[in-house]
Nanobody
Framework: QVQLVESGGGAVQAGGSLRLSCAAS????????MAWFRQAPGKEREFVAG????????YYRDSVKGRFTISRDNAKNTVYLQMNSLKPEDTAVYYC???????????????????WGQGTQVTVSS
């Protein structure tokens, strides 16, 4: 079992920045890919960014490329999402997710992720 806890959400004005963190605990001795998803009111959950176990491969949805950066520190069992140039359409609950140990490559399909955090709200005002 892996437990995930997100932090760092909040309210900012358009153009601002936030840094989300996701701390993993439990069975963190195995290798696994992680990702960030988000869900806005009335919309389906969508992939935002993913990172392989080594950190060598990262993936982004088109709308956040060049603005968001995903990274991880395996020594701290933590994944980060640096969000710059935020837009009102980035407003959503952001969730951290982890694949089963042994699955080291991130994918965009939410069904591929077994462990989820409780979510952290990000609100961007215009």
């Amino acid at each position: 079992q892996v437990q995930l806890v997100e932090s760092g959400g909040g309210a900012v004005q358009a153009g601002g920045s936030l840094r989300l963190s996701c701390a993993a605990s439990g069975r963190t001795d195995r290798s696994y890919a992680m990702a960030w998803f988000r869900q806005a009111p009335g919309k389906e959950r969508e992939f935002v960014a993913g990172i392989s176990w080594s950190g060598g491969r990262t993936y982004y949805r088109d709308s956040v490329k060049g603005r968001f950066t995903i990274s991880r520190d395996n020594a701290k069992n933590t994944v980060y999402l640096q969000m710059n140039s935020l837009k009102p359409e980035d407003t959503a609950v952001y969730y951290c997710a982890a694949r089963l140990p042994g699955y080291t490559i991130a994918v965009v399909d939410a069904d591929a992720y077994t462990y989820w955090g409780q979510g952290t709200q990000v609100t961007v005002s215009s």
